[in-house]
C-alpha cells in the first residue's frame, strides 16, 4: 500500500491547483470577457501543444499521423453535434449543454489522474513526469471551468462543477492505479479530447469573449492563453 501514498498525495496536490483556479476566476467574475478570452486560449493551447503533441507519442507505431488527426477530427464533430443537439431547453428551466463544456473538461481531469495512475504503475520515474505535466496545468483547469460554466449558467453553477472537476484528478489515479487501460487505447482518446477542447476553444469561447467584451485586450488574452500553454508545455518536458 505505501506505493499509493505518493500517487494520491499527488491527487490531492492536483485536487487544491483546480480549486484554487476556479476561486480566482470566480474572484475576478466582474472580467468575464477577458476571463473567457484567457480561458479560450489556454484551451487551445492545452489541445495544441500538450493533447495532440502526446496522442502523437503514444501512437507506439500502431497509428499513423493522419489516424490521430482523425481522431481530433472525431471529437470536434462530435461535440459540435451533441452541442447542438442539446442547445435547446428540454423542461423549461433546464438547458443541458451548459453541461458539456464543465463535463468534459472534468472527464479530461479523470483521465489525467487515469494517465498519472498508469504512469506510477510503469516506473515512478515516468509518474513523476506525468504528474508534473498535469500538475503545471490544473490551475488552468479551474479557471477554465469556472470560465465554460459562468458562460453559460450562474456562479452557483460555476462552483460545484468546480469542485466536481477537483475531485476528478484523485479519483482517477485511483482508478488508474486498480485497473489497466489499454495502452492502444491512449492515443485515440487523447486526439478525441483534443478536438473537443478545439471546437470548445475556437467555436464557444472566442465568439462569446468577444462579444462580452469586443476589445483588443481580449484578443491579447487569448493570445496570452495560447502562448502561456506554450511556455508550460515546454517546461513540463
Not at 58 to 70: F, N, P
Request: net charge neutral; aromatic share 8%; hydrophobic share 55%.
Amino acid at each position: 500500500m505505501t506505493h499509493w501514498v505518493l500517487p494520491l498525495a499527488i491527487g490531492l496536490a492536483a485536487s487544491v491547483a483546480t480549486y484554487l483556479g476556479g476561486l480566482l476566476a470566480l474572484r475576478f467574475a466582474h472580467r468575464i470577457g477577458l476571463i473567457l478570452g484567457l480561458t479560450a486560449g489556454i484551451v487551445l493551447g492545452v489541445a495544441l501543444f500538450d493533447l495532440v503533441p502526446e496522442a502523437l507519442h503514444a501512437t507506439q507505431g500502431e497509428y499513423g499521423g493522419r489516424s490521430v488527426l482523425a481522431g481530433v477530427a472525431i471529437g470536434f464533430g462530435a461535440y459540435m453535434t451533441f452541442d447542438r443537439l442539446l442547445s435547446r431547453p428540454i423542461d423549461g428551466r433546464t438547458n443541458w449543454r451548459a453541461h458539456l463544456g464543465p463535463a468534459s473538461l472534468t472527464l479530461h481531469s479523470l483521465f489525467d489522474g487515469i494517465g498519472v495512475g498508469l504512469a506510477f504503475q510503469v516506473s515512478p520515474e515516468i509518474g513523476w513526469a506525468v504528474a508534473i505535466a498535469v500538475l503545471t496545468h490544473d490551475v488552468a483547469d479551474g479557471v477554465n471551468t469556472v470560465g465554460l460554466s459562468l458562460a453559460s449558467s450562474r456562479e452557483v453553477f460555476a462552483r460545484r462543477w468546480l469542485i466536481v472537476n477537483a475531485l476528478s484528478p484523485p479519483i482517477g489515479i485511483l482508478v488508474g492505479l486498480l485497473i489497466g487501460v489499454p495502452t492502444t487505447m491512449l492515443a485515440p482518446l487523447l486526439a478525441v479530447f483534443a478536438g473537443i477542447f478545439l471546437y470548445i476553444g475556437a467555436c464557444e469561447l472566442i465568439p462569446r469573449s468577444y462579444l462580452l467584451n469586443p476589445r483588443p485586450l481580449t484578443t491579447f488574452a487569448t493570445l496570452s492563453g495560447v502562448a502561456l500553454m506554450y511556455l508550460v508545455t515546454e517546461w513540463a518536458k
